[in-house]
């Protein structure tokens, strides 16, 4: 099997078929290592505040080679086989490993249980930046919170947490049900819990989270977005009125 890159196939791993999962992430980190821009790897570093390795990849060009080399596991070894890669994968120490990790899964949610939920949330304690997080947590938990609502006592366990990024995964795993306006209640009830936190990177997960909610649901997000404006940080709140119109952002930040 090869992970093909867009204009780099010389440096695609050979196509061997290999029998393990172990085996198949070695080979994928290979491509990776291989087909990254040291030139882009050098400038990656700028979006964040700790040390991140990276083989400098684009995000498009790393979901292409990670969903062509999907269908070729699929192919040959099944979906079981393919989360164990995964996992194994999402163990490494480079930035595109762990996101090639969640592409590999990305979408298929649909066939997901509880095992792999419990899998996943054993992920964030392998977390080592923003951009890993949101991958795993905005592409594969937030879609299980959604298809089994009760997963959300897990996230309110998240809050809880003295990891700052299991505290943010509270935050980012309720995202994806605001475009149905699910779990508004939970969704102030998990606001007011971190309004407290003085950790940035929760305070951002928990704008990002009022952002989208007073997108597709102003109507009973304006007057909460009121009510907590005094207590509220203010990186939380100008980021929760980002959507709105500029009238009634000035009055939620006045």
């Not at 204009?7 to 980190?29: E, F």
């Not at 393919?82 to 930035?95: C, K, T």
């Not at 003295?162 to 149905?180: E, F, M, S």
Request: with cysteine.
């Amino acid at each position: 099997m090869r992970m093909r890159t867009p204009g780099a196939d010389k440096h695609a791993p050979s196509s061997k078929v290999l029998d393990t999962p172990s085996a198949v992430a070695a080979q994928v980190r290979g491509a990776l290592k291989d087909g990254g821009s040291a030139e882009h790897a050098a400038g990656v570093q700028w979006f964040f505040k700790d040390e991140v390795k990276s083989h400098g990849w684009y995000t498009a060009d790393l979901r292409r080679a990670a969903v062509c080399f999907r269908r070729e596991v699929r192919k040959e070894h099944g979906i079981d086989f393919l989360v164990d890669v995964a996992d194994h994968l999402f163990s490494g120490s480079v930035l595109e490993e762990r996101v090639a990790a969640v592409f590999l899964l990305e979408k298929l949610d649909g066939e997901f249980g509880d095992c792999e939920f419990k899998l996943f949330e054993s992920w964030l304690d392998r977390i080592s930046s923003w951009a890993d997080h949101d991958a795993l947590v905005h592409s594969l938990i937030a879609p299980m919170v959604v298809a089994r609502p009760t997963r959300t006592r897990t996230v309110f366990q998240w809050a809880q947490s003295p990891n700052r990024w299991h505290r943010r995964a509270a935050c980012v795993a309720l995202i994806r049900g605001t475009g149905a306006k699910k779990f508004f209640t939970k969704i102030t009830k998990l606001s007011n819990i971190l309004l407290v936190d003085e950790d940035d990177m929760v305070q951002k997960g928990l704008g990002w989270l009022l952002r989208e909610t007073a997108k597709f649901d102003a109507k009973r997000t304006v007057p909460y977005l009121m009510k907590i404006r005094g207590r509220a940080p203010r990186l939380v709140l100008r980021t929760a009125c980002e959507t709105l119109p500029v009238a009634v952002r000035r009055r939620i930040l006045a």
